[in-house]
T-cell receptor
Framework: DVKVTQSSRYLVKRTGEKVFLECVQD?????MFWYRQDPGLGLRLIYF???????EKGDIPEGYSVSREKKERFSLILESASTNQTSMYLC?????????????FGSGTQLSVL | AQSVAQPEDQVNVAEGNPLTVKCTYS??????LFWYVQYPNRGLQFLLK??????LVKGSYGFEAEFNKSQTSFHLKKPSALVSDSALYFC????????????FGTGTRLQVTL
């Protein structure tokens, strides 16, 4: 079975802390994504990566950065956490090429910034 | 820019009745369209997709969706709802030639009651 694993299910951090959210996929997928999910706003794309060391901004990249040093791992970094970054964070991956657009999602990390 | 609208925050239906969850989209060029479902405390799961060909697409768990180009719609349907279908449903779109960036709608909560 395909698997996207997010390192933490729940996380509580203080304002100003640097926060790392980790995501690992075991499907040898080229593409990886970070979304945040907020009630009434749906899923919004933060960053995505289509290859190792490559990244592209999504719709709401401000306050976030990412790292992809290995194909299977995609990290989301909150440089200085703020309360408006309290959210559910979802990682996803997909293969490249037509017919492989299906996203596989992790279970999510509920981040609370106090 | 591409966008998705899900006009209903919640849809209520009795078990055994047909259900429809609405989705309209805006995109330049030809769309790739998707439905995902999120069950309580679980990650998003792929339901079905439209890439090209037959306007009626069949997916998992007895769901289907109809692509209507003139109305720019991709409504999700099921002939007979089950209580276990109760979940949050997301429509998503991307234009051909835009790498793998998907844009999601705000989600529709489906509540199926006995």
């Amino acid at each position: 079975d395909v698997k996207v694993t997010q390192s933490s299910r729940y996380l509580v951090k203080r304002t100003g802390e640097k926060v790392f959210l980790e995501c690992v996929q075991d499907m040898d997928h080229e593409n990886m994504f970070w979304y945040r999910q907020d009630p009434g706003l749906g899923l919004r794309l933060i960053y995505f990566s289509y290859d190792v060391k490559m990244k592209e901004k999504g719709d709401i990249p401000e306050g976030y950065s990412v790292s992809r040093e290995k194909k299977e791992r995609f990290s989301l970094i909150l440089e200085s956490a703020s309360t408006n970054q309290t959210s559910m964070y979802l990682c996803a991956s997909s293969g490249a090429g037509q017919g492989l657009e299906k996203l596989f999602f992790g279970s999510g990390t509920q981040l609370s910034v106090l | 820019a591409q966008s998705v609208a899900q006009p209903e925050d919640q849809v209520n239906v009795a078990e055994g009745n047909p259900l429809t969850v609405k989705c309209t989209y805006s995109v330049s060029g030809n769309p790739y369209l998707f439905w995902y479902v999120q069950y309580p405390n679980r990650g998003l799961q792929f339901l079905l997709k439209y890439i090209t060909g037959d306007n009626l697409v069949k997916g998992s768990y007895g769901f289907e969706a109809e692509f209507n180009k003139s109305q720019t719609s991709f409504h999700l349907k099921k002939p007979s709802a089950l209580v276990s279908d109760s979940a949050l449903y997301f429509c998503a779109v991307r234009a051909t030639g835009t790498a793998s960036k998907l844009t999601f709608g705000t989600g529709t909560r489906l509540q199926v009651t006995l």
